[in-house]
């Protein structure tokens, strides 16, 4: 291209753009669509809301199958997660008398759920075993509501372990078609027995704890040395084989007791909070509570436990898992337990509307808290043989009582 070409089109290019600039106004945007004085530069991205990364748990519990208790989870489980479309959580029911042990072996493994629901039965023993996580920092400024019994039970040495929530004693069912006036003292109990009606006890050492305060035992002195044979234990053994002289039935299968209660074999029972709901299907307006009675040295005073979510050491997602206990046993979650279930809250902003709920809270309210300590734990194996063998004959009350006491002294290093 020459000179002269390059010139005319230069020309023709200005003209061009001289004409455009003395062309018609671009049309207005409407004013439903321009956007606001206010808002972004055209070129910055709009705010987005973060993303919540999809969170995994799986839980434990030891809830009857088919029972109120575990209907009640599933319920808080499925609400949950339809309010938090990015959790899921995985459900595993575990018989109650395996919950423990497959927990503690599971998670010493490296494994185990992320969170398990259970009784402070074994709290102690797991802290000192290294499978339950301190929370302390991750529920900080989130228990207000709760008891300072709930979160008693679930502290040790200063440190809290659980989302506590229910609070749990064995109190006296009895129906109340047959019974007009449950006995409030052992003389009243037996006399009932030896009238015709019908008793139902766990020979257990948990079942049987609330009579040897009763009957003035203790335990325990401060430093752990067993005291059971100054007083109490042999009495109360020797009560539990007259009951059973009398026609009470004293058996270690609880649900076989529980079938017996709803289908009217039996006229009482001695268990706790978590049958409420199916109890009070069963029997309606027949069925009534009342505290374990007193013994001859003064009020029974039946173990108290406290119920709570435990956090894995190995969850990689603890403060989720933490998150949803706080939801499950919270104020509405508590409510549903106590409405559905018949498990009494440890939390002072919820009112029980189920006077035989407001029982269990009484019950447990007056109870003996569980203790913690390593002695303690070697309570159970030693009392439970001390049971069996003065029910069955195999050893006079006193003896067996001896005989449990000196087994725990000697594992306890006493």
Partial sequence: MNKRMLASLSVLLVAAFALAACGPAATPTPAATQAPATSA??????????????????????YHAGGSEEATINKIVSDYMAANPNVKITVLEVPFDQLFNKYETDT??????????????????????????PIDNLVKGKLDGYTQAGINGVTIDGKIYAVPGIAK????????????????????????????KKLGLNNSAYFMWGFWAGFGGTLMDSTGKCTATQGGFADALQYFKDLQAAGANLDTDEGKLETAFTQGQLDMIVTGPWVLGDFEKALGSKLGVVPLPAGPKGPSAPMMGIDGWYINPNSKNQQAAVDFGLYAFGKDGLTLYENNAGDPAARSDVTP???????????????SPRLQTKEFGNYWGPFGDMITAALSGKATPADAVATACAAMDKANGK
């Fill in 41 to 62: 530069p055209a070129t910055q991205a709009p705010t987005v809301a973060p993303t919540v990364a999809p969170v995994e748990l799986t839980l434990w519990h030891g």
């Fill in 108 to 133: 010493a493994a490296g494994g185990g759920p992320d969170l398990y629901t259970a009784p402070n039965d074994n709290l102690g023993s797991e802290v000192r075993e290294g499978v339950i996580a």
């Fill in 169 to 196: 004693a064995v109190g006296l069912y009895y129906n109340t078609s047959t019974i007009q006036n449950p006995p409030k003292t052992t003389d009243d109990l037996m006399a009932l027995v030896k009238s015709g």
């Fill in 353 to 367: 509307t189920d006077p035989l709920v407001k029982a269990f809270a009484d019950i447990a309210a007056s109870g």
